[in-house]
């Protein structure tokens, strides 16, 4: 079975300082791993994808991720943050060879950014 | 192009009451899902299709019903509201094996 926890519900980071968003995952196949971002009261947007090719992926605004299969983690970072960058994320996993490609969420961590 | 739509915004049902959520593509895809959100908490899986005239049950399929006539429609169908389906519904719609695209949401008060 497939499942991702994130390990953090809230991070809160000042504007223009690194921003680190945790999440490990499990999975008895290889797997497909995402990052989604959700701004309050809109749907969610997709904001990278790892599947198996490099294992540093970037993505939009900024943000990428690595994956670590020693450390079954994919985290998701930026260097610098930006007020815009507040939302929720979720870190979200796909069984690859599942023909329905259904994704499995976390939890979500809620950013806050201080000016 | 509009993306996926999800129509209503907002409703609030009595205990008891039935409604549909709309959502339609633009997108040609063939895949399609229905997911709940629950406060505080990640998205789940409620049924998915991979095109038309096929359904089948997620994670939550428990007091939902749909169905998928066309390549464009996916309705979600509420028989007997409860307040435990007190959510924010998404609809969601890829290619085989692409990105899921996400429509706006649907927030259901039940009361």
């Known amino acids: 079975a497939q499942s991702v926890t994130q390990l953090d519900s809230h991070v809160s980071v000042s504007e223009g300082t690194p921003v680190l968003l945790r999440c490990n995952y499990s999975?008895?196949?290889?797997?497909?791993l995402f990052w989604y971002v959700q701004h309050p009261n809109k749907g969610l947007q997709l904001l990278l994808k790892?599947?198996?090719?490099?294992?540093l992926v970037k993505g939009i605004n900024g943000f990428e991720a690595e994956f670590k299969k020693s450390e079954t983690s994919f985290h998701l970072t930026k260097p610098s943050a930006h007020m815009s960058d507040a939302a929720e994320y979720f870190c979200?996993?796909?069984?690859?060879?599942?023909?329905?490609?259904?994704?499995?969420f976390g939890s979500g961590t809620r950013l806050l950014v201080r000016p | 192009n509009a993306g996926v739509t999800q129509t209503p915004k907002f409703r609030i049902l009595k205990i008891g009451q039935s409604m549909t959520l709309q959502c339609t593509q633009d997108?040609?895809?063939?895949?399609m899902y229905w997911y709940r959100q629950d406060p505080g908490m990640g998205l789940k899986l409620i049924y998915y299709?991979?095109?038309?005239?096929?359904?089948d049950k997620g994670e939550v399929p428990n007091g939902y019903n749909v169905s998928r006539s066309t390549t464009e429609d996916f309705p979600l169908r509420l028989e007997l509201a409860a307040p435990s389906q007190t959510s924010v519904y998404f609809c969601?719609?890829?290619?085989?094996?692409?990105?899921?695209?996400f429509g706006p949401g649907t927030r259901l008060t039940v009361l």
């Open positions: 299709s991979v095109g038309a005239g096929i359904t």
């Open positions: 969601a719609s890829s290619r085989e094996g692409g990105t899921q695209y």
């Open positions: 979200v996993v796909s069984r690859s060879g599942d023909s329905s490609y259904k994704l499995i």
């Open positions: 997108m040609n895809h063939n895949y």
């Open positions: 999975s008895s196949y290889s797997p497909s």
């Open positions: 790892y599947t198996s090719a490099a294992t």
